[in-house]
């Protein structure tokens, strides 16, 4: 019984994704050129649904795009955290894979840091970037989806009074390594039921801070919003694509 589940698994990690979300994905990429002939990418793969999801849905596209890049993906692992479904993953994806064991919990913890999340995505980024240059990679692909680019423009609304969001697509400086967020299109909503459809190996979540972060709170927030204004979603996306200087106040 334990193999033929295995086996309706893998058959399903093999499955094309959603026409919605490959519509989605494809809509991103050619707004935002994100791929480009040659490319070399890697994907950070946390072990949440929305990376898991772009893992999916970049390994798909690789097959049609006319654009020729090649892909892998690299797991920042906390202490403790089990990758070995995602290394079955990946290779039923035909995707190289590396974890990179990192205690950032710990570091956290001893440090004691008042923005733990913060903290946590810039080592996260931090490890992924060398991970890419000592790679040989030119861009990191994120998997943040519309409501985490909803999110964030209201966390800067509420922290720091600025009307922004992160970009689907920038240059780092540092790194010389270009970032896309192929899913930025994409709402989280049907990314959940993406991944519950294909049966995708999501990871228990090793953080001791989840649940009780200013993000959680901006997102039962957007919720009730979302529930009362449906297109709010859409119209922050067209706020951030449009807005110049004759609507600022100076």
């Known amino acids: ?3 033929t589940e295995d086996e309706r698994v893998n058959q399903l990690w093999r499955e094309p994704l959603a026409k919605s979300l490959r519509r989605s994905v494809g809509r991103a990429v050619g707004d935002f050129s994100m791929i480009e002939e040659g490319d070399r990418i890697l994907l950070g793969l946390s072990g949440g649904k929305d990376s898991l999801v772009l893992l999916h849905a970049l390994s798909e596209f690789r097959k049609r795009s006319p654009a020729r890049f090649d892909l892998s993906a690299c797991t920042v692992a906390l202490t403790g955290m089990d990758v070995a479904r995602l290394e079955d ?13 990192h205690p950032i919990i710990e570091i956290i913890q001893d440090r004691n840091e008042r923005s733990p999340c913060s903290f946590c995505a810039k080592m996260r980024r931090g490890l992924l970037n060398s991970r890419a240059r000592e790679g040989g990679f030119n861009k990191l692909a994120l998997g943040h989806s519309l409501d985490d680019a909803v999110e964030t423009f209201f966390m800067n609304i509420f922290r720091a009074g600025r009307a922004k969001s992160f970009k689907p697509k920038i240059w780092q400086d540092r790194s010389n390594i270009e970032v896309i967020r192929p899913l930025v299109y994409a709402g989280e909503g049907s990314i959940t039921d993406e991944a519950r459809r294909l ?3 999501i990871l228990p979540s090793e ?29 922050v996306v067209n706020a951030l694509k449009t807005i110049d200087s004759s609507d600022r106040w100076r």
């Not at 993953?89 to 064991?101: M, N, P, T």
């Not at 001791?208 to 859409?234: C, H, I, N, V």
């Open 1 to 3: 019984m334990h193999t």
């Open 89 to 101: 993953y990946c290779r039923a994806r035909d995707v190289q894979y590396v974890a990179l064991r």
């Open 199 to 201: 049966a995708l190996p």
């Open 207 to 235: 953080c001791p801070y989840a649940g009780k972060t200013e993000r959680q709170r901006t997102k039962e927030m957007l919720t009730e919003l979302k529930a009362r204004y449906p297109d709010l979603f859409s119209n």
